[in-house]
């Protein structure tokens, strides 16, 4: 299981830093840049690899088409809050290092340990109490600015307060916490491979279609371009496996658990940001920030 999972947060590590890469380079050169369209279409191009997966699973007898409200009501509002959720997060790969925003992500299970807590009054753990703890500092550690100083101790406060790129990503965490709820739902009622090819399609699809209403045919013509095409496609084959592995490890362990050790993704994008982003500022500080925020996250995973 723990294999599977490695490899699953590798490749969906490599498919966010291609994204963040399009996003990145469709800006500096000046071509039209759409993070909506970026967004929709890396989503839109992936469904299509897992389409073919699942024809051949469905060939096979090992998945079928859900047709019960069970599936269909969770899968609207997991992909109602994930289509926000990447609106902001592809927002931010413009504005702010990669390796920032990818930490953000951890900040999904505090939340919903938090949520939790207010709503139903489920007290967290201690386990998840350290986690918590561990993310915390990890992202301060991650915002700081500057010499450490008494004076300069409220400056990753400010900064999220002042830098529009980390104000995305604080608000991308925001929907996969309620989400997550969802999600739990409409794979019980399918299975794992059924519902990320049909939220990750309708996913795509609608940012598509946001993209075309809001810039107009003309504009969104223009974006379908070859290299963004091409890019698109090798990305897909990397959330093909991404997704099929992650599937894979849910036959062999609770979703809690793998969902909690997918986070070593953030430690992989850290990595990747710095070869292939040319983000070299900082990586002990940011590398040190991104375990911190997988070891949390997993002790919120195991022990919530």
């Known amino acids: 299981m ?59 007898g090992y998945v079928e088409f859900p047709t019960t409200s069970a599936f269909f009501w ?24 990669f390796a920032v925003v990818a930490s953000f992500s951890s900040l999904s299970p505090v939340l919903s340990v938090l949520a939790a807590w207010l709503i139903v009054g489920e007290v967290p753990t201690w386990g998840a109490i350290v986690g918590i703890i561990l993310i915390s500092l990890s992202l301060y550690l991650l915002s700081f ?28 965490s925001l929907p996969p916490a309620i989400s997550i709820v969802f999600d739990r739902e409409a794979v019980k009622a399918s299975d794992p491979l059924t519902f990320s090819l049909l939220v990750t399609m309708f996913v795509g699809g609608s940012a598509l279609l946001i993209d075309f209403v809001g810039q107009g045919r003309k504009k969104f013509v223009a974006q379908l371009n070859f290299p963004r095409i091409k890019s698109f496609l090798i990305g897909g084959v990397f959330y093909l496996i991404a997704t099929s592995a992650a599937s894979a490890a849910l036959l062999f362990d609770i979703s809690p658990n793998v969902s909690a050790l997918k986070r070593l993704a953030i430690v992989f994008e850290v990595i990747l940001g710095y070869f292939f982003l040319q983000q070299k500022e900082d990586l002990r500080r940011r590398l040190l920030a991104g375990c911190g925020v997988v070891i949390g996250a997993i002790l919120i995973g195991l022990f919530r």
């Open 74 to 97: 969770p899968a609207v509002a997991t992909t109602l809050l994930n289509i926000i959720s990447n609106f902001f997060r592809f927002k931010s790969y413009s504005l702010t290092p």
């Open 145 to 172: 600015k500057g010499r450490h100083s008494f004076k300069n101790l409220l400056s990753p406060f400010k900064n999220l307060w002042n830098n529009l790129g980390v104000r995305y990503a604080f608000l991308s």
């Open 2 to 60: 723990f294999l599977l999972v490695i490899v699953s947060s590798l490749f969906i590590a490599i498919w966010n830093t291609l994204n963040a890469k399009e996003v990145k380079d469709g800006c500096i050169e000046g071509l039209t840049c759409s993070t909506t369209f970026v967004f929709g279409g890396s989503f839109f191009v992936a469904s299509f690899y897992l389409a073919i997966a699942w024809l051949f699973l469905y060939y096979l």
